[in-house]
């Protein structure tokens, strides 16, 4: 579930907004958006995953809010975690080669 816009790393370019399927943010002029009904979140880490400043965090808790702070998450090194492990963002190198999920295809004839 969505848990936290980080302002300090946010620029507003809203693009979790437009990224999010339920509409879960609002944008907000002049700064971050906000994330307005947290319960319609799916966990489907589509604003982490193309949030271009890792400004997002996603708890991969569906059923409820986690309690982690921003401060934890910070201590954690949590901050594009997601994204890092997908190889999304500069300097990441893709993981898409790694999967195997193409062979279930194979097998199904």
Known sequence: MIEIVNDARCTGCNICV???P???FEAV??????IAR???CQTCFMCELYCPEDALFVAPQADRP????DAQILRD???GSYRDAVGWGPGRRSTAAL???YVL???AH
Do not use: E, F
Not at 29 to 34: F, I, L, N
Not at 66 to 69: F, G, L, P, S, V
């Open 105 to 107: 295809l194979t097998k």
């Open 29 to 34: 002029d002049g700064g971050a958006p906000r």
């Open 22 to 24: 339920t509409n879960v």
């Open 77 to 79: 090194a949590m901050w």
């Open 18 to 20: 437009r990224a999010c």
């Open 66 to 69: 986690a309690t982690a702070d």
């Open 99 to 101: 999967d195997a999920s």
């Open 38 to 40: 947290q319960d319609d």
